[in-house]
């Protein structure tokens, strides 16, 4: 069975960061896709940013570029998401996923398993 958990949420006045980490409990973690999303409250869950396998593509939205890195250690079973400059309306719960095929990108209907989500607020 696989498990995702997240850690690394919490309060963060504007303009600073945090460092989201996502463990990921998996025999063939390393042929998987990995993705993070978030949701604000009553808004649709988005895509965030996603890394292949090897870390060869790395998928942004558009609102994160430039701000937001995600990488991973298959060594560890680890992907995390660095987010620097955090602006207020980037407050969400922030979810990782993982898709088994590899093929995932943007889309959240295309992955597999999905973590609990940890709170990330931006505010002063």
């Known amino acids: 069975q696989v498990q995702l958990v997240e850690s690394g949420g919490g309060l963060v006045s504007p303009g600073g960061s945090l460092r989201l980490s996502c463990a990921v409990s998996?025999?063939?973690?390393?042929?998987?896709?990995l993705g993070w999303f978030r949701q604000a409250p009553g808004k649709e869950r988005e895509f965030v940013a996603a890394?292949?396998?090897?870390?060869?593509?790395?998928y942004y939205a558009d609102s994160v570029k430039g701000r937001f890195t995600i990488s991973r250690d298959n060594a560890k079973n680890m992907v995390y998401l660095q987010m620097n400059s955090l602006k207020p309306e980037d407050t969400a719960v922030y979810y990782c996923?993982?898709?088994?095929?590899?093929?995932?990108?943007?889309?959240?209907?295309?992955?597999?398993?999905w973590g609990q989500g940890t709170q990330v607020t931006v505010s002063s």
């Open positions: 996923a993982a898709d088994r095929i590899g093929l995932a990108t943007t889309s959240g209907t295309e992955y597999d398993y």
């Open positions: 998996a025999r063939t973690f390393t042929t998987y896709t």
């Open positions: 890394v292949t396998w090897n870390g060869g593509r790395l």
